[in-house]
Structure formats: C-alpha cells, structure tokens
C-alpha cells in the first residue's frame, strides 16, 4: 500500500446533526435546526403579515431529531476515546456558527459557545487526533436568514468575517486545519442550506411556503460566497501562519460519466461538471471566475458584477487544500433529469455498477469513481487533497444478540479505500480519508436516525425514543485493523 507515513485516518461529523442541545447556553437556532432534514418540503420558516418578517414555525407533528441529535454536547468525551479506539489520528467536525454568535449578528461572541469548542478542540488534541473543523456546515444562523436573506446579501460577509476572524482568534495553536463552507457547490441545488438563501417572492403563496429563490438570489449568493471564502483564506493566514485552508466541495458530481459516446451527453457532462463542481472550485483553488459563466449569467438572466478589488482578492488568496465528499457516481443523459440530493447528483443509472447500497436509500456504489475524482482533482488543482466524506448509510438493527453485523459497510469502505490507495499510486497526493457519520448522528438530508453510517451505534430511533446508549459495531474493528495498518490489511 501506498499510503504516506502521515495519512490522516478519521472520520467526520457536523455540530448539527451530533451535537443536539440546540438551544443551550446561549446558542440560537440555525437554519437546519428548523428543518426535519435537508430535503424536506417542511421548512419550519414562516411569513408574519404583522411583522412583514419570516420567523420560525416548527410543525408540531414532526420529530426535530437535530435538536437533540445524540447528544454529543454532553458525550463527546466519551466518543472522541471509542474514535481514539480505531486508531484515529484526526477527527473533522464544524463548529455551529448560533454558539459562538447565536444570530450571526451580534458585535460580541458567545463565551459559552467558545469554551465548548475550547474544550473539545483540547480533548481532541490530548486524545492524539489533529481537529479538522468545517467553519459551517449547512449552519447559517436562522436570523441572518429571516432578518437579512441570507448570503445573497453582502452584509452576510461581515457577520462572517467577525466570526470566522473570533475563531481563527480563540484556537490558534490548537486547529490548523480549517474547512470554509461545508459543500458550498451544491447552492444551485440547495440554495437555502448550502447559501442559506431565502427569498420573498410570494409569501402568501401556499404552494411556496418559504418563497422561491431567484437565479439573481442564487447568483448573488455565489458572489458573496466567493468573496467570503478568499477573505476567510486571508484572514486565518494573517492570524496564524501555520492555518491551512481549505474548501469543501460535493464532488460526487465529478464522477458523472456520458452515458455513451453520443457528443451531446459527452458536452452535458461537461457542462454537469462545471456547474456542479468548478464553478467553485476554479475560483477557489486557481483563483478565477471561469469565463464561460459570462454565457451562463446572460441565460440566467441576471447581472453579476465582482469589483476590481474582489477580483484580485479572489486571485490572491487561493486556498492550501482541496478537500471533498464523495458518494456515489451517476451518468448524464441527455433524455433524463439529473436530480440531486445530498449524497450528489442522480442521472441515468450506470449498467455497469455491480454494487448497491441496500434499500431503502439505495445509493449506487462506485469505489472507482473515487480513484476518478481524485484524479480529475489533482490534474486540475495540483493541490493537496484530503477526502472529509465517504460513507453509507444502512437501515440496521440490534441481532438478538445485540450486535450488528454491518458487513456491507465493511465492503464498502474497503473497495473505496483500494481506490484511494490505486490513486495516490497514479500520483495524487491525497492526505487523509475521513469517513462520514463514524458514529450514528441524524441523517441531513432526510433528518432521520434510522439511516445509520456509524462505526459506532446509538440507540436512538425515528421517533426520537432512545437510551442514546453507544455499542460498537463489526466494522469498528475492521476500519481498527485498516488503520493500524496504514492500510496494508487490505493487500492481503
Ligand atoms: C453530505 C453532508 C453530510 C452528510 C452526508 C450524508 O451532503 O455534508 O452532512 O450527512 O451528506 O447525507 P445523508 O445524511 O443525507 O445521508
């Protein structure tokens, strides 16, 4: 195998879907805090005619599981030494934006929320594993949103550098590696999580509850993100010059092959793959706003203008690493839809996929598409690339004997990790593979328990019933063994 001394091996969560204690010492709603998940078409965001304002509306129905999540605000201790148990050397996880300033808009930080994250950045560090921490994972405070749009506003920019500029502040010397916005690239498809994006188009139309977001929103929110990210790189560099920097991209959406040799699903892949991926990723990593976009911002029918200054900011201040989920893989056809959720993108289905996830998500499992990405990355970006997602999640119970038996998990992470050991072999300098979801935490795009990705149980169930009790699964002690290794187990 050819993994470096130095790999880092982990795995990864986010502050939302694992820390619950959602409205605890001082922290205020963020905006997955009101959804049930990701993809629901209950958004928990009202339009007040009094106030002429949004304001949150949870639907009493339904199961905020989030909100308590598995309780990792008050576990993390004991679950950051079963991580340590598999060998871990670094642990990704986000710090929720609502602890630290609870509506985004405050001049002060939360002290509380500081000292959590204190705490738990020093656990991390004494336990061995390096803190790779998400800035914001789909955690824009709910008030930016309701109170000021969203990202499409440019006031967003200074709320952001006030906080990222704390941050960057209060753990200097303790986190080194930063990721900016959590798979910021899937703004197009989810404008409200990924730009927290929110638009009054009209309020009283009960078919759109939330009110839809305009290409301009969008468009406006891809400009003021782009500024964010380059300053976010300016700002940790100035702080401490030993931050390294990184985007977070979805990049199943790189792996999405012509269906067949026909020019035009040939050209709409490509045309897939920059919409998805290097619109961001361009500017990010080689410092540019890829020139086709002039065609794309005409047809959208919108004006985007970056400044002279904006421009060379985003020039300059390129990111240190590039780092990505990946899923799955699908196949672009002209005649089909491609439509998305959160593990990427679904076009027509590939024949030559063997393998799928079990129902009832069923998600296409495709390790070499893994190899691909890395690949298509690194000849693009020539950058250090470090995986922060890959993983499956399963439908799974207690045996009667209160074990369970995960062995597609195992098969799943070890045909990905082959493909990463293959691609660092062709020449890519991937730094670290972290699994998603290590331990069971609340799905984010369905907002559910029962989709389960962890190495880790928690008995905790759909309808919020639960001990929260942890119990370690069969594949905790292979992904033990592939670590120890550095990854030579699998050779054999
Ligand atoms: C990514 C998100 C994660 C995560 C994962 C799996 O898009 O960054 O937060 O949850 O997808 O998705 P899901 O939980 O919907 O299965």
């Not at 969203?150 to 709320?159: A, D, Q, R, T, Y």
């Not at 690239?185 to 009209?202: E, Q, S, W």
């Not at 890959?390 to 195992?410: M, P, Q, T």
């Amino acid at each position: 195998m050819s993994f470096p001394k130095n790999f880092l091996w982990g795995g990864a969560i986010a502050a939302n879907q694992y820390e619950g204690a959602w409205l605890d010492d001082g922290k205020q709603p963020n905006v997955t805090d009101v959804l049930v998940g990701i993809m629901s078409k209950d958004p928990g965001i009202k339009w007040n005619e009094e106030t002429k304002k949004y304001e949150m509306c949870l639907n009493p129905d339904k199961a905020y599981l989030s909100h308590i999540a598995v309780d990792g605000y008050h576990r993390y201790r004991e679950d950051l030494k079963l991580m340590k148990g598999m060998g871990f050397n670094s642990f990704r996880t986000s710090i929720a934006w609502g602890r630290i300033y609870p509506n985004g808009d405050e001049e002060t930080p939360n002290e509380a929320g500081l000292k959590f994250y204190d705490d738990m950045f020093d656990c991390m560090n004494e336990l061995g594993m390096e803190p790779v921490i998400t800035l914001s994972h789909y955690e824009t405070p709910l008030h930016l949103i309701t109170e000021y749009g969203g990202w499409n506003n440019p006031k967003l920019i200074e709320f952001w550098n006030r906080y990222v500029t704390t941050v960057f502040e209060r753990y200097k010397g303790k986190v080194r590696l930063w990721l900016t916005f959590n798979e910021v690239n899937a703004l197009f498809r989810m404008p409200l999580v990924a730009g927290g994006v929110l638009t009054i188009k009209d309020p009283k139309d009960p078919s759109d509850p939330i009110g839809s977001t305009t290409k301009q929103d969008q468009w406006d929110a891809y400009h003021n993100l782009l500024v964010a990210n380059a300053q976010t790189v300016k700002t940790g560099h100035e702080i401490d010059p030993n931050n390294q920097i990184g985007c977070m991209l979805t990049c199943s959406g790189i792996a999405i092959y012509p269906y067949n040799c026909n020019p035009e699903n040939v050209l709409g892949a490509l045309d897939m793959q920059r919409k998805n991926i290097f619109y961001f990723g361009d500017p990010f990593c080689l410092g540019i706003v890829p020139s086709y976009l002039n065609k794309v911002w005409k047809e959208d029918g919108v004006i985007v203008n970056f400044t002279d200054e904006e421009l060379a900011l985003i020039k300059e201040y390129t990111v240190d690493f590039f780092s990505f989920s990946y899923y799955r893989s699908t196949t672009y056809d002209v005649d089909v839809n491609v439509e998305g959720d959160t593990g990427g993108l679904v076009g027509k289905d590939n024949p030559y996929l063997v393998d799928k996830a079990p129902q009832p998500w069923g998600w296409a499992v495709d390790p070499a598409g893994l190899r691909y990405t890395l690949n298509v990355l690194y000849d693009r970006y020539h950058l250090p690339l470090l995986i922060v997602e890959n993983g499956v999640g399963l439908d799974e119970n207690l045996d009667e004997n209160g074990h369970i038996d995960d062995s597609f998990r195992v098969h799943y992470i070890e045909e990905h990790i082959k493909n990463v050991n293959a691609a660092i072999e062709d020449g890519v300098d991937c730094r670290g593979y972290l699994y998603w979801g290590p331990i069971d935490v609340v799905s984010a795009g369905t907002g559910e328990m029962k989709k389960r990705y962890g190495f880790v149980y928690v008995d905790r169930f759909n309808d919020g019933h639960g001990t929260l009790e942890r119990k370690i699964k069969n594949s905790y002690y292979r992904y033990k063994e592939i670590i120890e290794s550095n990854g030579e187990v699998l050779l054999k």
